[in-house]
Nanobody, 114 residues
Framework: QVQLVESGGGLVQPGGSLRLSCTAS????????MGWYRQAPGKQRELVAT???????NYADSVKGRFTIARDSAKNTVYLQMNSLEPEDTALYYC????????WGQGTQVTVSS
């Protein structure tokens, strides 16, 4: 079992930056992959970025070049650095972990607005 706690969301102006954090209740090296997903009002949840145990990363086309996923194994934490934020990035962002099954955090709201 894995518990995930997210933090770092908030309100930011277009062009601004935010960093989301997701801390797992166990070593992230015991987790096959971790990632960030987001869900905007009226839309389906979509993948933002993932990082595997080996360190391979994958990004949605819409965030490539703007977002970076990284990890700190000593803190059991995965980060999502979000730069050049756009209003279209406004959503509830969820942390995800895959072990034998999928686990989700409670979500953190990101609002990009002037």
């Amino acid at each position: 079992q894995v518990q995930l706690v997210e933090s770092g969301g908030g309100l930011v102006q277009p062009g601004g930056s935010l960093r989301l954090s997701c801390t797992a209740s166990r070593s992230i090296f015991s987790i096959s992959a971790m990632g960030w997903y987001r869900q905007a009002p009226g839309k389906q949840r979509e993948l933002v970025a993932t990082i595997t145990r080996s360190g391979s990363t994958n990004y949605a086309d819409s965030v490539k070049g703007r977002f970076t996923i990284a990890r700190d194994s000593a803190k059991n934490t995965v980060y999502l650095q979000m730069n050049s934020l756009e209003p279209e990035d406004t959503a509830l962002y969820y942390c995800n972990a895959r072990v034998m099954k999928e686990y989700w955090g409670q979500g953190t709201q990101v609002t990009v607005s002037s």
